[in-house]
Structure formats: structure tokens, C-alpha cells
T-cell receptor, first 115, second 111 residues
Framework: GAVVSQHPSWVICKSGTSVKIECRSL??????MFWYRQFPKQSLMLMAT?????????EQGVEKDKFLINHASLTLSTLTVTSAHPEDSSFYIC???????????FGPGTRLTVL | QKEVEQNSGPLSVPEGAIASLNCTYS??????FFWYRQYSGKSPELIMS????GDKEDGRFTAQLNKASQYVSLLIRDSQPSDSATYLC???????????FGSGTKLNVKP
């Protein structure tokens, strides 16, 4: 199956710093990428949908100025958590859909811990 | 109303039994339906996709879709302890611009 990678797989940072998470589709071109957040023992929550070359569409309640999403190419989307705080500590997962298929593949996730 | 609803469980079945997982969705514009399995601390992995009414079988797994009732289910035959995980139902809406998950059903398969 298609492969989606994320980097880093985990990150620990101090409160107030910004953290960038990369999501790459390795063997296909992803026209649409989705970003999710998952707190312990809770479901995946869709944060935003990004289409290559256009602005991301954010879900209600997600601050677009805090969670900056860039989808500059067909193989790369980035999520930047700006001025991170401890409550932003979570498991962030991206997923990607290719141009032809109707299946969405997930990256392995990035665990963010804000001290 | 949530876009996708699942019973959180846990659902406990003995090894070798059939596990039945259910999911309902609210938007009739939903186009594609998926079942993912997620182990604790890991990212979801795709089990099956289904797009049209009826049953779709893949090994021990059978997905069932009923668009009139807005209902999709997953049957796991000959359940194994390694099947113990959280099973997530997912739905794609409108030209793949929305991809929503249910809250997941935790399955425990007891040896």
C-alpha cells in the first residue's frame, strides 16, 4: 500500500516554542491531506483539510493562527504548532489521499509533549 | 449530531467467535466508507473499504453497507487475541474534502 511518513515521530519542547511537523507521501502524489489530533483514550479529531496549492480548511474550534498548515507540494504538508502550550500535547496524525484512489493512508503519527 | 457514531464498547468476545462492530453516519452525501484498526499508541491502519450497498469480504473480515439505513458494519470471523484493538469507522463526504472518524469501538478478544 501507499506510504505516508511523518517527521518527527516524537518531540518534546518548552512552552511558548513553535513546532513543525512534516507529512510526506512517499510513493504517490497527495492532492488532499488531513490533519488529526488524538488525546489519550479519545478518538481522532479532524483538525483541518489541506489541498495542494490552496489554503487549508479548518474544523470548527481549531485556531488557524495557532495551527499553521502548509501544503506547498503534492508530496508534502506541514503543520506548525505556534507558541505551544502543555494543553497542545497530543498525538498528531496526518493522512493523505492520492489523485486517483479513493483510499486515505495514514502517517505513523507525531507525539508532541509540551513542558 | 456527530457525523459518524459508534458504540465505544468495550466489546468482549471469546477467541474463535464472530465480532460484530457497528457504525452509523448522518450525512446521506457520504460516498466512501472505511474500517481502520488502531492499536494503542499507534496510527490507524486500513482494514477495508466499501463503496456500494451489500457485503464485501476480505479474509476473516466482512464489511456491510446499507445506505438507506446509513449503517455500516464490520464482522470479524474466527476472532483472535491479536484482533484486540480499537476499530474506527470512517466516512468520506463530498469529493473527498471531509474525512470523519467515529469515536471507535474497543474490541477485546479473550483467549
Amino acid at each position: 500500500g501507499a506510504v505516508v511518513s511523518q517527521h518527527p515521530s516524537w518531540v518534546i519542547c518548552k512552552s511558548g516554542t513553535s513546532v513543525k511537523i512534516e507529512c510526506r507521501s512517499l510513493d504517490f502524489q497527495a492532492t488532499t491531506m488531513f490533519w488529526y489530533r488524538q488525546f489519550p483514550k479519545q478518538s481522532l479529531m479532524l483538525m483541518a483539510t489541506s489541498n495542494e496549492g490552496s489554503k487549508a480548511t479548518y474544523e470548527q474550534g481549531v485556531e488557524k493562527d495557532k495551527f499553521l498548515i502548509n501544503h506547498a507540494s503534492l508530496t508534502l504538508s506541514t503543520l506548525t504548532v505556534t507558541s505551544a502550550h502543555p494543553e497542545d500535547s497530543s498525538f498528531y496524525i496526518c493522512s493523505a489521499r492520492d489523485q486517483v484512489g479513493t483510499v486515505v493512508f495514514f502517517g505513523p503519527g507525531t507525539r508532541l509533549t509540551v513542558l | 449530531q456527530k457525523e459518524v457514531e459508534q458504540n465505544s464498547g468495550p466489546l468482549s468476545v471469546p477467541e474463535g467467535a464472530i465480532a460484530s462492530l457497528n457504525c452509523t453516519y448522518s450525512d446521506r452525501g457520504s460516498q466512501s466508507f472505511f474500517w481502520y484498526r488502531q492499536y494503542s499508541g499507534k496510527s490507524p491502519e486500513l482494514i477495508m473499504s466499501i463503496y456500494s450497498n451489500g457485503d464485501k469480504e476480505d479474509g476473516r473480515f466482512t464489511a456491510q453497507l446499507n445506505k438507506a439505513s446509513q449503517y455500516v458494519s464490520l464482522l470479524i470471523r474466527d476472532s483472535q487475541p491479536s484482533d484486540s484493538a480499537t476499530y474506527l469507522c470512517a466516512v468520506i463526504l463530498y469529493n473527498f474534502n471531509k474525512f470523519y472518524f467515529g469515536s471507535g469501538t474497543k474490541l477485546n478478544v479473550k483467549p
